[in-house]
């Protein structure tokens, strides 16, 4: 059986770490900034550590696990 490719979309929108920790970006960055508060954009900034079974998917799409 030949070996899995990387989903190659998938690893320009996460970050493994080396612990192997899923970390993502947060939703609502995009646009319409100046409507949300200075404390919620801050809050934006940080990445999401993803866990439970969808973070464990995750890392076998990017052949990690």
Partial sequence: MP???PHKGL???IKITGR???LRKKA???HLMSTKSGA???RLR???V???ALGKNLLRAVCEA
């Fill in 50 to 52: 993803v866990e439970g």
């Fill in 11 to 13: 690893l320009k929108r």
């Fill in 40 to 42: 919620r954009c801050r």
């Fill in 28 to 30: 609502f960055r995009s």
């Fill in 20 to 22: 192997k920790k899923v």
């Fill in 3 to 5: 070996k899995q490719k």
């Fill in 46 to 48: 940080r990445r999401l």
